[in-house]
């Protein structure tokens, strides 16, 4: 079992940035995949990120250019900055890890809480 907790979020305004972390309990190297979720009021969950066992990363169109993902496998920790915010990215986000290969694309074995984000204009 493994206990994700997120932290970080917060209310900036338009052009912000924010930076999120997502403290593991457990070894995330057993992790062969994290990623970074969203959901806004009244929306289905998104999937904001990606990164796997080896370091590649993969982003949705809606971000692509101004959120990061690392990881740092040493400190089982991951961590998404988010440059350039909008409002439109204003949503809960959520850490996600999964033991199984290949990555799966929605439904991740274990979740954070999750940590709110919201931009104004």
């Known amino acids: 079992q493994v206990q994700l907790v997120e932290s970080g979020g917060g209310s900036v305004q338009s052009g912000g940035s924010l930076r999120l972390s997502c403290q593991a309990t457990r070894d995330t190297r057993s992790n062969n995949c994290m990623a970074w979720f969203r959901q806004a009021p009244g929306k289905g969950r998104e999937r904001v990120a990606t990164?796997?066992?080896?370091?590649?990363?993969r982003y949705a169109d809606f971000v692509k250019g101004r959120f990061t993902i690392s990881r740092d496998t040493a400190a089982n920790t991951m961590t998404l900055q988010m440059n350039s915010l909008k409002p439109e990215d204003t949503a809960m986000y959520y850490c996600?890890?999964?033991?199984?290969?290949?990555?799966?694309?929605?439904?991740?074995?274990?979740w954070g809480q999750g940590t709110q984000v919201t931009v104004s204009s």
């Open positions: 996600a890890a999964d033991g199984r290969w290949p990555c799966p694309l929605g439904n991740y074995m274990f």
């Open positions: 990164i796997d066992r080896n370091l590649i990363t």
